[in-house]
């Protein structure tokens, strides 16, 4: 049986996990335009074919500056414009789709344009926790920040008016407990990686202190506070951390190491001086890290607010896994401790296989996609 080949635009804003999307919707033979201000060039470096790319730098470009020239004056006013000349620009580029996939709080206008003029299906991507459940745990963190009144109200607008809503992991479905209209609508499917990019390393017995990693802002949002206890309390430990300081500084302590942000071609030498990953967050729809740190071969332990559960594909990748509650310094500690001596003393972890690596695959995540499209649209 031949599969329909679906037309499907997709409306970003940088690259995002869309850009992964495109090119894999693309690789199975849907017919995919991608629409945003990322450059053809940065876009062609991750494989996504030129018939693709559909610029929106021209519109997007003075935001682009009054950003980076002036990044704290009238925030709200930028964003606001931002999403207005975004949503202007894939309404003028719009070509005949069967469905639009748009960021969640970005676009609407242009979403409810491809469904008037062209019966478009309506699906939006959100990344994150329901959008009240996010404002709620990060407007109890000192410093954090949070969603303001508009980007709330575009949110749920958004739900409102999609189709179908794609949320990266369980506990983001959860999140959408307390909005049942829209929780009818959502498909789950767990973000991938190129396994290419980060290749699996070799394994060894350690010896000595155990090499923790942690890859993203260093924030309370992330968990780091709890992180910092966990380390300080657990003897045979270090941890490298690798990103931008936010709300939080990096103790004076010898067991903590800090590197600036890098790009994502050189995150795997990072992750091939490492023996664990580690992710706290207490709020975090889905970390790409993790699956980035699985595809290298390192076990990851990461809090119940990441979406490192549903990396949990086959038993070999499940063995690598350990997930704790969030906010809880002392199930961190103890799982930290837990994994220092198994690494140290044995039994080996489950080796991973060419099966394993293609189950967190884009590719896998792709396909996933590409059926549930294929059955929403019932062809």
Not at 56 to 77: D, I, K, N, Y
Request: charge should be positive; charged fraction near 25%.
């Amino acid at each position: 049986m031949t599969m329909r080949r679906l037309r499907i635009a997709i409306a970003s804003a940088g690259r995002f996990h869309v850009l992964d999307l495109a090119r894999e919707l693309h690789r199975l033979g849907h017919q995919v335009r991608f629409y945003s201000y990322v450059p053809k060039r940065r876009a062609a470096s991750f494989g996504l074919p030129d018939e693709c790319h559909v610029s929106l730098l021209a519109a997007a470009g003075p935001m682009l500056a009054w950003e980076r020239m002036a990044p704290r004056f009238a925030p709200l006013l930028r964003e606001r414009a931002m999403n207005a000349a975004l949503n202007r620009a894939v309404i003028a580029r719009l070509q005949p789709c069967d469905v639009i996939i748009g960021m969640s709080g970005v676009y609407l206008e242009a979403l409810a344009y491809a469904r008037s003029r062209f019966g478009a299906r309506v699906w939006l991507e959100r990344g994150s926790r329901h959008i009240l459940s996010q404002a709620e745990i990060l407007a109890a963190l000192p410093g954090a920040g949070g969603p303001g009144r508009y980007a709330i109200e575009r949110e749920l607008a958004g739900y409102a008016l999609a189709d179908r809503i794609v949320v990266p992991s369980r506990q983001v479905v959860e999140s959408f407990e307390r909005d049942g209209e829209a929780k009818a609508k959502l498909f789950c499917n767990p973000y991938g990686v190129d396994p290419a990019m980060f290749p699996l390393r070799a394994e060894t017995r350690v010896h000595g202190s155990v090499r923790l990693l942690n890859v993203g802002g260093w924030s309370r949002r992330k968990g780091c506070d709890l992180l910092t206890q966990a380390v300080q309390r657990t003897d045979g430990v270090r941890l490298t951390h690798v990103g931008q300081l936010l709300d939080l500084g990096l103790p004076n302590d010898a067991k903590f190491t800090h590197q600036p942000a890098v790009a994502q071609d050189r995150l795997s030498d990072h992750y091939a001086r490492a023996d664990a990953f580690v992710l706290a967050s207490r709020e975090d729809g889905f970390g790409l890290v993790l699956a980035q740190a699985l595809a290298s071969g390192l076990p990851i332990i990461c809090s119940d607010r990441t979406g490192g559960a549903d990396l949990a594909h086959t038993p070999a990748l499940a063995d690598r896994i350990s997930v704790v509650p969030h906010g809880d310094a002392d199930a961190l500690a103890g799982a930290i401790s837990d994994l220092r001596d198994r690494l140290s003393n044995g039994p080996p972890l489950a080796p991973l296989s060419a099966f394993d690596l293609e189950a967190i695959s884009w590719a896998a995540y792709g396909r996933r996609y590409s059926d549930e499209l294929l059955r929403d649209l019932d062809v």
